[in-house]
């Protein structure tokens, strides 16, 4: 068997707000904190959420760029008092291993899809729907378009993907229109 496939993957455990016994202040920080690194990640250096702290980076040749900054923000962390889990690290897999990968990663998105649906049916009830997170799910429903329009227009699976974004699209402006 051959690993001739190599993948780059970006591990991290960050603090969160939701962390017992922190200020106002050091919670809006980690917030902050880390949306600022969510979206770097994803449009600076072009990974991929994979699981809630694993992501895949698409690009070999940022990985040295990226390790520069992750030192960067492990010690804006540690600034701030926070211990953090940051690291990249190489797996090496077969093209076998390789396509159990990309299914990995249109599992995540679909769950994400789903997880963005309960939210949507929540918003249903409220006799008012919270614009922020309208807004919210509208940058995640594109943001999940985009992933799919790279890495999986090719797919078989794709079509499943695209119109349960398309639902949820609906659903979201129905509620839109409410506010």
């Known amino acids: 068997m051959r690993y001739n496939k190599k993948m780059w993957l970006v591990a991290y455990d960050l603090k969160t707000e939701q962390m017992k ?3 106002e202040k050091q919670k809006l ?3 902050n904190q880390r949306y600022k690194i969510w979206l770097k990640l994803r449009f600076k250096y072009n990974c991929v959420p994979l699981q809630k702290s694993l992501w895949l980076l698409r690009d070999e040749s940022l990985r040295d760029e990226l390790a520069k900054k992750i030192e960067k923000w492990k010690a ?3 600034a701030k008092g926070f211990d953090v889990l940051f690291e990249i690290f190489p797996i090496a897999t077969t093209e076998v291993g390789y396509k159990t990968f990309k299914d990995f990663e249109f599992d995540f998105l679909m769950e994400w899809l789903a997880s963005i649906e309960r939210s949507l049916d929540k918003q249903k009830e409220k006799s008012k729907p919270s614009y922020r997170v309208l ?3 509208k940058k995640k429903l594109e943001l999940i378009e985009m992933i799919l329009d790279e890495d999986f227009k ?6 499943e993907a695209s119109d349960t974004i398309m639902i949820l699209q609906d659903k979201l402006g ?3 229109w409410r506010k």
Do not use: C, F, M
């Open 29 to 31: 920080w980690l917030a």
């Open 174 to 176: 129905e509620l839109e």
């Open 76 to 78: 804006e962390y540690k």
């Open 154 to 159: 090719d797919d078989k699976r794709y079509n």
């Open 21 to 23: 016994g922190l200020t």
């Open 135 to 137: 807004l919210n799910i």
